[in-house]
């Protein structure tokens, strides 16, 4: 009960937190980006949008999270009704890529996952917000070091959002909610493809 509403607490506090932030909408162009991804491979919109009829973005906050391994977890796990849509499923995090293969190790995820090391891509899609120093020790508490999971020292994580984003670059679909305990159902994702 009592860890039930400390995690209640926080998730109201970062909702706080990211109210600044609202995230692209639908219609918007989506901001093209590449990156290396956990397997050494090239990965850019640009190209996965000539190849597919759409992407999958989602950005999610780091594998200490379980919230976003559930939802990481259910991607893989429909992975192949989306690819049957001929979407392409791509990953944003702020973590290194240490931890990024911690959290493949949890959900077994077989889609691209890339590190937006300088918050650049974050920054693109208007999800990214800075913790406050009050949470971060929080956390820090509970044993989640963003430092040392992302590698630098912004305390900078992403509002998990998840946007489709058409073959001709548009969005066509978004989730944009500042509590990070909400995600995209797969099946939501799937009646938007």
């Known amino acids: 009960m009592k860890k039930t509403m400390l995690i209640m607490a926080i998730a109201v506090v970062l909702s706080l937190q990211s109210k600044a932030q609202q995230g692209l909408k639908e219609g918007d162009k989506a901001p093209v980006f590449n990156g290396v991804d956990q397997n050494g491979t090239e990965v850019s919109l640009k190209s996965a949008l000539k190849v597919h009829r759409s992407v999958v973005l989602f950005f999610y906050r780091g594998q200490w999270c379980p919230y976003c391994n559930k939802h990481i977890k259910e991607l893989q796990d429909s992975l192949n009704l989306l690819t049957g849509k ?16 911690k959290t493949i190790k949890k959900t077994s995820a077989g889609f691209s996952i890339l590190q937006d090391k300088d918050d650049e891509i974050m920054k693109a899609y208007k999800v990214n917000f ?9 956390y820090k508490g509970y044993g989640i070091n963003l430092e ?3 590698g630098n020292n912004r305390h900078t994580l992403p509002v998990p959002a998840t946007y489709i984003i058409d073959r001709s670059g548009k969005i066509k679909y978004v989730h944009f909610d500042p509590n990070y305990q909400k995600r995209a159902s797969v099946k939501l994702l799937l009646s938007k493809l």
């Open 86 to 101: 001929d979407a392409y499923v791509i990953g944003i995090t702020p973590e290194t890529k240490e931890n990024i293969a």
């Open 130 to 138: 800075m913790m406050d120093e009050a949470t971060f020790s929080k």
């Open 148 to 150: 040392d999971n992302n």
